[in-house]
């Protein structure tokens, strides 16, 4: 069998708390640049050998290098061809302008990191990347169960990279699967996106629950029906349903919606406090993916007519000024229907 080409040469565009952890991950197999926009942060960050920011206590290996240059963490990729890998690790509401940035470029191809719908659009984020970069560019999303501080401490993570071409997919393989990341290779670019974006609103619908003090089997209930949303929206849109039951669908839901470093959880557990959506963002300093994402998938699914009560519910609590625990109760009250989907 042929080997498949690992390449050597990676830029991370983003230096947020995944990117970071990403470019620590390959930074001890491969030749890697860490580019973020902020100059006096990437200057600290490359002053410090550690992005406090972001990913405080996690040390830069010594052979990540980092810049706030653009053109230089391009050419890192342009200058070394085919055998380059170009890793965007913005929120999905950074991707279109950071790619509008590569337009024009002959980038060798595009790895996406986000979990979302771009807001306002309700595009997934390789229809946001085929919009903006074109067809000819191969892409892929690589997502699943994975929190940045763990990935960054080296702990065991499993991933997998959804593409339509196969060639990006395995050189993504044989790039990033190595020490304790391991990663399958997946042609569902839409299941995987689909698991990877509403998990986050059901991590917030788990956190409320949980910071309403509504017991583990409220939340077991929550998480597997759940995966009945993800499911019922992802096979609308394309997905493959065994997709979902995989690591970017039910791997990822379970963590988010479980583990305490999830931010989305986070918000969860704050609304639970009764506290608002302004507040929350401002003591938090950041706004979790599955805000603006319940939004968008509650304005989709009603499009499509696909039924997703609890992500109407975790919409309404954040945007509509709604109760809480009154949501709940309505979620409680809806009529009985058939488990399946
Ligand atoms: N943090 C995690 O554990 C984790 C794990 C897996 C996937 N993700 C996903 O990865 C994406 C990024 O998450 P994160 O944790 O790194 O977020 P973050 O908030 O820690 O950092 C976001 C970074 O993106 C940069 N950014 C935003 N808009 C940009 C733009 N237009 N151009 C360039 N840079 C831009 C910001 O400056 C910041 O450095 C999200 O979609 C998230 O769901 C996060
Ligand atoms: O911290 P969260 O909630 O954004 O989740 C991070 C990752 O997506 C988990 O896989």
């Not at 620590?24 to 002053?47: P, S, Y």
């Not at 040390?59 to 965007?88: C, K, M, N, W, Y």
């Not at 560019?137 to 929190?147: D, K, M, R, W």
């Not at 399958?184 to 986050?200: F, H, M, P, S, T």
Request: proline share 5%; aromatic share 4%.
């Amino acid at each position: 069998m042929q080997e498949t080409k690992k390449m050597n040469k990676i830029t991370v565009l983003g230096a947020g708390a995944w990117g970071t952890a990403v470019a620590i991950a390959v930074a001890a197999r491969h030749d890697v640049l860490l580019w973020g926009r902020n100059a006096e942060q990437m200057a600290a960050t490359a002053a410090a050998r550690e992005n406090t920011t972001y990913l405080p206590g996690q040390p830069l290996p010594d052979s990540l290098r980092v810049t706030a240059d653009f053109e230089q963490a391009l050419s890192h990729v342009l200058d070394a061809g085919p055998d380059a890998l170009l890793i965007a690790a913005c929120p999905v509401a950074g991707l279109r302008p950071l790619l509008e940035q590569l337009k024009g470029r002959k980038i060798p191809n595009v790895v996406w990191l986000c979990k979302g719908f771009e807001y306002g659009t309700g595009l997934l984020p390789h229809q946001v990347v085929r919009e903006v970069l074109g067809e000819s560019v191969p892409g892929a999303a690589l997502s699943g169960p994975s929190f940045a501080q763990e990935v960054a401490r080296g702990l065991p993570c499993a991933l997998a990279v959804a593409s339509t071409s196969k060639q990006l997919r395995d050189s993504v393989v044989a790039t990033v699967h190595g020490g304790n990341l391991r990663v399958y290779a997946c042609d569902d670019v839409i299941g995987v996106e689909v698991g990877g974006a509403v998990k986050n609103v059901l991590a917030i619908a788990t956190g409320t629950a949980d910071g309403l003090g509504l017991g583990l089997n409220a939340r077991a209930a929550l998480i597997t029906r759940g995966l009945a949303e993800i499911t019922r929206l992802g096979m609308a849109l394309g997905g493959q349903p065994g997709t979902f039951m995989g690591l970017t669908g039910m791997g990822d839901l379970i963590l988010t919606c479980t583990g305490d470093l999830s931010r989305n959880r986070r918000v969860g557990l704050a609304l639970a406090q009764g506290k608002p959506l302004a507040t929350i963002v401002a003591e938090l300093g950041h706004v979790a993916e599955g805000v603006p994402c319940s939004k968008a998938v509650r304005d989709l699914a009603a499009k499509l007519g696909v039924d997703m009560p609890i992500t109407n519910a975790v919409a309404a609590v954040l945007f509509d000024g709604y109760d809480a625990a009154e949501m709940a109760k309505q979620l409680l009250a809806r009529d009985p229907r058939n488990e399946l989907i």
